[in-house]
């Protein structure tokens, strides 16, 4: 399978992670990079939930983001680094383990004082959808997209790490929009989980039409 990673960031990003990946010790492993991972979502929870008793605690949680950057970002890089890959099993053990350290990040959003559980979980259904999307279409392309239109989750870490110090900076307060009472965030985010499934909707129509043109153009079309 094709790993493409045309993100906003990526060219930077692989020359950092090249950089990182010849200083590793030896004892580090790609599993063990997972499993950190996970750790740095599970404080970026952590992080959330104690900026119930201090804003100051929003660093915290950008420190998980980084740090769940770190294992979810190196641990394929070393594999292939090493010549170590095993494709079926780090693409399975990736993209699942990718669900869990999702879920952590947004519930730690959503049990915060500045987000709602309700729209931080939308936004993770959003960006699920189109991970979804990528997954399905590298199963029939054979093409894996690791960002779209320029987005990837290394993207989504940076615009999460910056609504972070923005809160730390001036604040949430509550905003009275009808019958909802919302923040900032709130809107940022129903803003992006819209955007999400727009493309989302798009993306499949487009590819859908495509395939389907396609496949009615080859000798045989015996339908699905």
Known sequence: ?????????????????????????????????????????????????????????????????????????????????????????????????????????????????????????????????LSIYSLVKACVSRDFHISIIGFGPTEMRILIIVMNVNIFLFGAPMLTMGPLTMTWCDVTLLLMTAGFFALFVYLVFDYAGHLARDENSSPRSDGR
Not at 9 to 31: C, M, Q
Not at 57 to 62: I, V
Not at 96 to 107: E, H, M, P, Y
């Open 1 to 129: 399978m094709n790993r493409i990673h045309n993100s906003i960031v990526g060219a930077v990003e692989r020359r950092a992670l090249n950089w990182l990946v010849r200083r590793l010790p030896s004892f580090v492993t790609p599993d063990a990079l997972t499993a950190f991972g996970i750790f740095g979502a599970a404080l970026t929870l952590i992080g959330y939930l104690l900026t119930a008793w201090s804003p100051g605690f929003l660093w915290l949680a950008c420190l998980g983001l980084i740090f769940h950057w770190f294992g979810d970002s190196l641990d394929g890089t070393l594999a292939r680094f090493r010549q170590i890959e095993r494709p079926r099993y780090g693409y399975f053990l990736d993209q699942t383990v990718d669900v869990i350290g999702n879920l952590l990040i947004c519930l730690g959003m959503g049990l915060s004082a500045y987000v709602r559980l309700d729209i931080a979980l939308l936004a993770l259904s959003g960006y699920h959808a």
